[in-house]
């Protein structure tokens, strides 16, 4: 059971868009940055998203994140067949600890 | 450029202890606010991180696995080596290392997967 609380899965057409939520509490989203991570199959999670909405260099535009009291969101315009993935967000947690969401799997259809 | 990579055995016996290493390039553990730490992902779960070490050797574990979890650095030879004691086969899973600096992983290692079984 993890402690951020992601949706098992989402789906959308190519060219949609779709958004992934994260849910906390205020022991760790509430009070932290949030970040996002995508993990392509069989290959190491990649950072997406860091401090809520700041894309590191090299991530399009097309992914975009924001926060608002205890939950994050993160959304993915303009999707692409490559952009099928497991999406994770994490933040810092007041048990001292780094977490994670469950990881939210997207299909492009 | 910044590189993470993991090394350790591919198969552990129950109650043996496991042993990783973090081997990195490109930044210094010395460096105020830089961090590493170990996360692991059990085969089609989700991640969980273990422990991280800071560039003033204070450490952080897993509430729920902090007794059997050693974390170390050696700052000379840019490692951080994690220790779990008394492995069971629920601990199977890929083990990553990673970079955590400005609240966020930002840079990864490939992993490493180890499996618990007699």
């Known amino acids: 059971q993890s402690v951020l609380t992601q949706p098992p899965s989402v789906s959308a057409a190519p060219g949609q868009k779709v958004t992934i939520s994260c849910s906390g509490s205020?022991?760790?989203?509430?009070?932290?940055?949030v970040s996002w991570y995508q993990q392509l199959p069989g290959t190491a999670p990649k950072l997406l998203i860091s401090?809520?909405?700041k894309r590191p260099s090299g991530i399009p535009d097309r992914f975009s994140g924001s926060k608002s009291g205890t939950s994050a969101t993160l959304d993915i315009t303009g999707l692409q067949t490559g952009d099928e993935a497991d999406y994770y967000c994490?933040?810092?947690?007041?048990?001292?600890?780094?977490?994670f969401g469950g990881g939210t799997k997207l299909t492009v259809l | 450029q910044i590189t993470l990579k993991e090394s350790g055995p591919t198969l552990v016996k129950p109650t043996q202890t496991l042993t990783l290493t973090c081997t990195f390039s490109?930044?210094?553990?010395?460096?105020?606010?830089?961090?590493v730490g170990w996360i692991r992902q059990p085969p089609g779960k989700a991640l969980e991180c273990l422990a991280l070490?800071?560039?003033?050797?204070?450490?952080r574990y897993s509430p729920s696995l902090k007794s059997r979890l050693t974390v170390t650095k050696d700052t000379s030879k840019n490692q951080v080596v994690l220790t779990m004691t008394d492995m069971d086969p629920v601990d199977t899973a890929t083990y990553y290392c990673?970079?955590?600096?400005?609240?966020?992983?930002?840079?990864w290692g490939q992993g490493t997967l180890v499996t618990v079984s007699s």
């Open positions: 990673a970079r955590w600096y400005s609240s966020s992983w930002d840079y």
């Open positions: 490109g930044f210094s553990l010395s460096t105020n606010g830089v961090s």
């Open positions: 070490i800071y560039w003033d050797d204070d450490k």
């Open positions: 205020s022991s760790n989203i509430g009070n932290n940055y």
């Open positions: 401090d809520n909405h």
């Open positions: 994490g933040t810092w947690d007041s048990s001292l600890s780094a977490v």
